[in-house]
């Protein structure tokens, strides 16, 4: 019975340990510890600021109206670049009052024929993605070893969901543009377009590297690497 009992405080740290861990791990932001905790721009002067987040917090007392507004995602956005796109984020950067609250939107502008949100992926962000206008085909790709993906063609007051993480795009079939508006799970959801981090990182990735990767021959690779890739963010 004492050799058995004595295994109990190792399974017991063990349990706690996992606990813990289940608490520690979390697919959004952390929830806040005070009402909000607008954030102050960095080249202001503020002894007595808190770093919390990413940002700086401004005093709550000197917090106004103004840092939980922002004024701009009613106003179609241009879209004759590259892709046929554009992105109006409105996130921390743009509403200070966002910082630590976990959660953000953005805009995006298709153009005709063909508009294009490159495969990109949101580093901490889930995104729930409501078209406005339009027809959209969209669709995210799962994780390996499957690489299962998942499309569907959405019509005006249609609503996907591209889980946290996840390479994912919204391509415009239509003959008009269109328009739709991102829900994201973090006060900055991040984005990584994958054609533009692979072909277009600085300093650029040896071609060896992706020719190896992507088994095509390093001409191909050396062709990419000197395109001018587009950020429609």
């Known amino acids: 019975m004492m050799m058995k009992g004595a295994h109990f405080p190792t399974a017991a740290a063990f349990a706690l340990l996992a606990l813990a861990t289940f608490h520690l791990v979390s697919a959004s932001d952390p929830s806040p510890l005070q009402d909000f905790c607008v954030a102050l721009n960095t ?48 996130n921390v ?13 953005a805009r995006i502008d298709y153009a005709p024929n ?9 580093p901490r962000a889930t995104e729930v993605l409501m078209v406005m206008e339009g027809t959209l085909y969209v669709g995210f790709v799962t994780s390996n070893p499957d690489n299962r993906l998942f499309t569907k063609v959405l019509y005006t007051g249609d609503v996907f969901v591209f889980p946290v993480g996840l390479i994912h795009f919204q391509f415009n079939i239509g003959k008009v543009k269109a328009v739709a508006i991102a829900a994201l799970s973090s006060q900055n959801p991040g984005v ?4 533009n981090a692979v072909f277009g990182s600085n300093p650029p990735i040896n071609p060896d590297v992706l020719t190896k990767a992507f088994q095509v021959d390093n001409n191909v690779v050396q062709y990419l690497q000197k395109q001018f890739w587009f950020d429609n963010n």
């Open 192 to 195: 990584i377009t994958i054609a």
């Open 43 to 90: 080249t202001q002067t503020a002894a007595s600021a808190v770093f919390v987040n990413g940002k700086f917090c401004k005093d709550p007392k000197l917090a106004t109206a103004d840092d939980f507004s922002f004024s701009g995602l009613q106003i179609p956005r241009n879209t004759s670049n590259p892709v046929g796109s554009n992105v109006t984020a409105a």
């Open 93 to 105: 950067e743009q509403i200070a009052g966002l910082n630590t609250l976990g959660i953000s939107l």
């Open 114 to 122: 063909g508009g294009l949100n490159p495969p990109h992926t949101h």
